[in-house]
């Protein structure tokens, strides 16, 4: 089961002590923090956390973060999707795509147009 965390985690780093610390937890805590992981990983790539930023995945797991709260940023009611940030990133979920590393947010915007006007 580690190994399907291991999968998931964006940041790969003190593998020994990520599984030690995963060896410790209950069987279901260990399906409960690769349940949440998702919402994390989702949350990152959405507020586009700098991998500096993310916790070892060892840091994660022995602070039991999987139980943290986690709020996604919705896109604002009533503006056009392309107007706001949070507004690309629910159309760019709507369309499967997100943000690439270093790509500006008028980049995204433009391949997400591509996007649709090549659906349509």
């Known amino acids: 089961m ?3 965390f291991w999968a998931l985690y964006p940041k790969k780093a ?3 002590e990520a599984l030690k610390a995963f060896s410790k937890l209950r069987h279901e805590q260990q ?3 690769i349940n949440a992981l998702s919402n994390h990983v989702q949350y990152w790539k959405i507020t586009g956390t700098d991998k500096m930023y993310i916790p070892h995945p060892s840091t994660w797991i022995n602070g039991e973060r999987w139980e943290d709260e986690i709020e996604l940023p919705q ?3 009533g503006k056009a999707w ?5 507004g690309m990133i629910a159309k760019g979920r709507e369309l499967n795509t997100e ?3 270093g790509e500006s947010w008028p980049q995204f915007k433009d391949r997400l147009t591509t996007i649709i006007r090549q659906a349509s």
């Open 2 to 4: 580690f190994e399907q």
């Open 99 to 101: 943000p690439k590393p």
């Open 82 to 86: 392309w107007t706001t940030e949070s």
């Open 14 to 16: 003190a593998k020994k």
């Open 75 to 77: 896109p604002e009611q």
């Open 31 to 33: 399906l409960s923090a």
